[in-house]
């Protein structure tokens, strides 16, 4: 069965980059069928899309992060990326990864546990 | 961005009783509207999408229905393991946006 598990610091500094990666178990990152995607959900609070990718490194991005955002993938890994520039409290919150089906209706059908990133000095 | 907006933001019931929860967009969306549940500390799960095709594995006491703007959950008897928060998301364009949650809690 398919998984997906996120890795990274849980803790970053105002001003650096917050990175994470997503490591996909049980099938290939490769797949023509899905997309794969970052969210984030501040404590307590709403999920927000930050941006998704595609096997062949085709990304869409919120524009409200499009600025600070980069999603790369690592095939040979099985595994995507997130890297958030220049990070604020703003940006503490739970980053989820996921995966989208290929169609019209885009919803995220496979999620991992989430990770925690909190952004202080 | 497109808006989504629920109602109510939380709600008591009982077990076995039958809710519904609204979700409405700042414009039409077609019918791309996905909802989730989440538990306490748990990743979202998906319940709906295309606003009413039941994802596999999903109770069929979970339904959804809408079109355009307006949208309903509906939980047809509310079980113990449904007590959670509920999303609605839009997929109809660019970015993909949330609505803000509904809480669901025992009476």
Known sequence: ?121 | DIQMTQSPSSLSASVGDRITITCRASQSISIYLNWYQQKPGKAPKLLIYGASSLQSGVPSRFSGSGSGTDFTLTIGSLQPEDFATYFCQQSDSAPLTFGGGTKVEIK
């Open chain 1, 1 to 121: 069965q398919l998984q997906l598990q996120e890795s990274g610091p849980g803790l970053v500094k105002p001003s650096e980059t917050l990175s994470l990666a997503c490591t996909v178990s049980g099938g290939s990152i490769s797949s023509p069928n899905y997309y794969w995607g970052w969210i984030r959900q501040p404590p307590g609070k709403g999920l927000e899309w930050i941006g998704s990718i595609y096997y062949s490194g085709s990304t869409h991005y919120n524009p409200s992060l499009k600025s600070r955002v980069t999603i790369s993938i690592d095939t040979s890994k099985n595994q995507f990326s997130l890297r958030l520039s220049s990070v604020t409290a703003a940006d503490t919150a739970i980053y989820y990864c996921a995966r989208l089906p290929r169609v019209s209706e885009w919803y995220f059908d496979l999620w991992g546990r989430g990770t925690l990133v909190t952004v202080s000095s």
